[in-house]
C-alpha cells in the first residue's frame, strides 16, 4: 500500500508565486521525512528534510511545515523560479535495521516565466 | 568527484536476454539500493544492502538479484528480461543510520523490445 501519499500530481505557478506540495502519511514510526527534488534526465537530490521534532524548517527559499498530530507535511517554495521547475517527491524514513524510505508518488512542477 | 555512478545510462535489449547494471558510490556510505522508476515517475524501492547484507527485498521477481562484492558497489543483475523491466533504474546510497539522506545516482534507462 502507498504509505506516502502526495498531491497535487502537478502543479503550475507563475513565476515568483508561492508553489505547495502536501504530503500526508500513515505510519507513526516514521520519524524523518525529506524532499527529494528530480529534474529530467537526472537522479532525485535531497532538498530538504525535517524531523517530528520541530514544526516547521526553513532554507533559503525552501520551507517544510509538518503537522505530527495530522500526519501531514508540505513544502512551500517562496518566489518560485523558473529553474525551480522539476518533479518533487515527498518521502518518510524510519530508523534502524531493515528499514527503509517510503516516496510519495512525485508532483512535477512548472514555473512559467 | 562523482558520488554515485552508475553504468550504462542506456541500455537496450531484446526480450529474454540476461543483463546487469553496475553502481559504484565512493561516499563511505555502509548501505547501498536499487530503485526502479516507472513511466509516471514512481520510485520503488528494489532492495537494500547493508555491509554486503540484504536488508530489504521487496516484492521484486526473482529475475531481479543484487550483487555487491564490497561495501562501494552494487550491481543488478536482471534474467530473463520482459516488456514490462523497461523503465529508469536508481542506484542510490546512504549511511545506514541516516537512511533518509540518500544519494542517487544518474539512472539507468533500461529499453526491452
Known amino acids: 500500500q502507498q504509505q506516502v501519499k502526495q498531491s497535487p500530481q502537478s502543479l503550475i505557478v507563475q513565476k515568483g508565486g508561492i508553489s505547495i506540495i502536501n504530503c500526508a502519511y500513515e505510519n507513526t514510526a516514521f520519524d524523518y521525512f525529506p524532499w527529494y527534488q528530480q529534474f529530467p534526465g537526472k537522479g532525485p537530490a535531497l532538498l530538504i528534510a525535517i524531523r517530528p521534532d520541530v514544526s516547521e524548517k526553513k532554507e533559503g527559499r525552501f520551507t517544510i511545515s509538518f503537522n505530527k498530530s495530522a500526519k501531514q507535511f508540505s513544502l512551500h517554495i517562496m518566489d518560485s523560479q523558473p529553474g525551480d521547475s522539476a518533479t518533487y517527491f515527498c518521502a518518510a524514513s524510519k530508523s534502524g535495521r531493515n528499514n527503509d524510505m517510503r516516496f510519495g508518488a512525485g508532483t512535477r512542477l512548472t514555473v512559467k516565466p | 568527484d562523482t558520488a554515485v555512478s552508475q553504468t550504462p545510462k542506456y541500455l537496450v535489449t531484446q526480450m529474454g536476454n540476461d543483463k546487469s547494471i553496475k553502481c559504484e558510490q565512493n561516499l563511505g556510505h555502509d548501505t547501498m539500493y536499487w530503485y526502479k522508476q516507472d513511466s509516471k515517475k514512481f520510485l520503488k524501492i528494489m532492495f537494500s544492502y547493508n555491509n554486503k547484507e540484504l536488508i530489504i527485498n521487496e516484492t521484486v521477481p526473482n529475475r531481479f538479484s543484487p550483487k555487491s562484492p564490497d561495501k562501494a558497489h552494487l550491481n543488478l543483475h536482471i534474467n530473463s528480461l520482459e516488456l514490462g523491466d523497461s523503465a529508469v533504474y536508481f542506484c542510490?546510497?546512504?549511511?545506514?543510520?541516516?537512511?533518509?539522506?540518500?544519494?542517487f545516482g544518474p539512472g539507468t534507462r533500461l529499453t526491452v523490445t
Open positions: 542510490a546510497s546512504s549511511q545506514q543510520d541516516r537512511l533518509g539522506e540518500q544519494y
